[in-house]
């Protein structure tokens, strides 16, 4: 039997439907994430206002070029309802389901991200009750903050500082929390990675692009920030793109990494009492500009005109 991707879809639904029977026509889909064939998605019934995301393994399903499939019944492993689908973010393998929304005031008065887990193989809740990440600053998935399943573990990072979180004036650092994944008691305190220095300059934020990639021949999980910047506060935005190796700069001891540059204040700060202050170096392996780094931009490239953010990002 041939249907389409379509009806795919709504098999699933139908079939999940916790209402009464009834017309479902005015439902929506959204495929969020897509990972060892299972196809993760929300499905919002209009008529009762109501969002489920479901996951459900696509072994047995071929797809055609004429946007049809031969289905065979989808197993599902998950669907429930979402108490909320602000900034919703969804990450997967094959064993776990992990997401998240920016849904719950915390104390500050300001919005703090909730994360929920579902174990795939034994389709259970792994902690109960969604967990808070509380002091947890960044609302912008993909700008200021980004989440991630690598190797064995679940890893949020922002590059932005909670109103109460104890910095120095001069230094910016990333807030990372990293935890096991399938663990039903998390540990969800922040530590940090050293950034950058504030004399580097002003940050357009409007161009500030923050995610992950992973090292292909090391394996190794990798910040990777996009910037656009003033350097040496001048007139010239600059965009340069900044690649941290995790493991190295969260271990900042292991052989071949320095710990704060030279040149930074905060090198006179710190102490064996607090670690979390030592960074990775900048490398220039990992920093890529567009300009040559020792020659002003319009000097170099007299031509160069500024591309307009309207015209590049969506």
């Not at 499905?43 to 479901?54: N, P, Q």
């Not at 573990?153 to 909670?162: I, K, S, V």
């Not at 990639?213 to 003033?230: C, P, S």
Request: charged fraction near 20%.
């Amino acid at each position: 039997m041939k249907i389409s991707v379509r009806r795919l879809l709504n098999y699933c639904a139908v079939s999940l439907y916790p209402y009464q029977e009834g017309d479902i026509q005015s439902s929506s889909f959204d495929i969020k994430s897509y990972a060892d064939d299972i196809v993760v998605f929300t499905c919002t019934f209009h008529e009762v206002s109501a969002t489920y995301l479901g996951a459900f393994r696509v072994d047995g399903i071929s797809v055609y070029t004429n946007d049809c499939v031969s289905l065979t019944q989808p197993q599902i492993f998950y669907f429930n309802r979402l108490p909320s689908t602000k900034k919703l973010f969804v990450l997967q393998n094959s064993l776990y389901l992990y997401f998240g929304t920016h849904s719950v005031r915390g104390a500050s008065g300001h919005h703090e991200w909730v994360i929920d887990a579902c174990n795939l193989k034994t389709r259970e809740d792994i902690f109960g009750v969604p967990i808070r990440l509380r002091d947890f600053a960044g609302s912008d998935f993909g700008t200021t903050c980004n989440f991630t399943l690598h190797g064995d573990h679940f890893y949020a990072l922002t590059n932005q500082t909670h109103c109460e979180s104890p910095e120095t004036d001069w230094t910016s650092h990333y807030h990372y929390i990293r935890f096991p994944l399938g663990e039903k008691f998390p540990d969800t305190s922040i530590h940090t990675i050293w950034r950058r220095q504030h004399c580097e300059g002003p940050i357009h934020d409007a161009w500030t692009n923050l995610g992950f990639d992973v090292d292909e021949q090391t394996g190794e999980l990798l910040i990777v920030e996009y910037r656009k910047e003033r350097l040496g506060g001048g007139t010239i935005c600059t965009r340069t793109s900044y690649i941290v190796p995790f493991e190295r700069s969260v271990h900042a001891d292991v052989q071949g990494m320095n710990t704060i540059p030279l040149n930074d204040p905060l090198s006179k700060t710190t102490n064996d009492h607090r670690p979390e202050c030592f960074p990775s170096w900048r490398r220039s392996k990992y920093t890529h500009s567009e300009y040559p780094p020792t020659t002003p931009a319009y000097d170099s490239h007299p031509n160069t005109q500024d591309y307009l953010r309207s015209k590049t990002q969506s």
